[in-house]
């Protein structure tokens, strides 16, 4: 394991960006599979409230 | 009936159930995790042997670290445009949904690889050409590339139906394709800034195997990220189109339970 650009001139490139990958890429992954929990509570309100109307 | 008449019978019927939300939805349920661990299995080697294991270059140091990263990003969003036109034209042509849907949910995660492509280009170019951005050939073009993700999402968006807002944004993910090669040969139809081409995979490549095997090992683990994001996403925009129907009552029952 060689990690001495860490400490190299180089540094103030390569960290951000793999920082700005690893956030972008992060976002894109995690948004839609918290977005589907949410979704999938509010369907499933949306049906609880359709079975309760009366026919 | 030969065995390899019904062999080919059983793969159509396979490839016809896609067409279905109920399964698609189930099916790729089951895959989903799959990527994932292979995402994961791949990129941490990757990772750790682009940052660790392969040595400086020696023109460029070790700025080029960032070629882990730039290179398979820059490559998928090229692939994911291709792939979601492909798929466009499937939903224009045969007017499956779950097709229209796929290439609909395409363009969010094809804007990220190109924005992470041109943030991290530009990161790479100021210790190596001492500019963070020069408008040469190669960089345009991946920026008109960013446009046009963003153009499907915004038509897509501007549109209420969603099949129409599908055809329309599909037609435009269509054109734009033509972007694709522009992207690939600007660097030798112009004389730009950007490097040529270093990687080849029909002749022999420019590239040190030590900085080329993890390269091809980050770039195959974007193709299971892009499958997994892909594939998430879809699942939560047919399960709010079909939210009237049966199988998202079951489905939603069923995840409660």
Redesign the interface.
């Known amino acids: ?3 001495d ?1 860490l400490s ?4 103030v ?2 960290l ?3 920082a ?2 690893l956030a ?2 992060l ?3 995690l948004a ?2 918290f ?2 929990k949410r ?2 509570r509010q ?2 309100d ?2 609880q409230h359709q079975d309760q109307q009366p026919s | 009936m030969s065995s390899h008449t019904s062999f080919w019978k059983r793969c159509k019927t396979w490839f016809h159930r896609w067409g279905s939300p109920a399964w698609f939805y189930r099916t790729s349920g089951l895959i989903i995790p799959w990527l994932w661990a292979g995402f994961f299995l791949l990129a941490i080697p990757g990772l ?1 042997w682009g ?3 392969a040595p ?1 270059d020696y023109l460029q ?3 080029y ?2 070629i882990f ?2 290179v398979p ?1 820059a490559w998928q969003s090229m692939l994911i445009f291709a792939v979601m036109a492909i798929l466009a034209l499937i939903g224009m042509v045969w007017r499956i949904r779950v097709a229209e849907t796929l290439a609909m949910c395409c363009a ?2 094809g804007a ?1 690889f190109t ?2 492509t041109l ?2 280009g530009s ?2 170019g ?2 190596t050409w001492g500019t963070f951005w020069q408008w040469d050939g190669r960089m345009t073009s991946e920026l008109v590339l960013l446009f046009l993700y963003l153009g499907v999402i915004g038509l897509q968006q501007a549109i209420e139906e969603p099949r129409k807002a599908a055809r329309a944004a599909g037609l435009l993910a269509l054109v734009g394709v033509v972007n694709l090669p522009i992207i690939h040969y600007s660097v030798e139809w112009w004389t730009t800034l950007h490097q040529g081409t270093t990687i080849s995979f029909f002749g022999e490549s420019s590239i040190d195997a030590s900085m080329l095997w993890p390269l091809l090992i980050m770039a195959i683990a974007a193709k299971f ?1 892009f499958g ?2 892909l594939l ?2 879809t ?2 925009t047919l ?2 189109q079909d ?1 009237e129907k049966n199988w ?2 079951e489905t ?2 069923g ?2 339970s």
């Open positions: 394991m060689n990690l650009w190299g001139p180089h540094a490139y390569i951000p960006a793999y700005i990958a972008v890429y976002y894109t992954a839609p599979v977005s589907g979704q999938l369907i499933a949306i049906h | 750790i940052l660790s294991i400086p140091g070790d700025s670290r960032i990263i730039h990003s969010p995660i990220a924005i992470v943030a991290t990161l790479w100021k210790p990220y997994a994001a998430t996403r699942r939560n399960l709010l939210r998202v009552r939603v029952q995840e409660k």
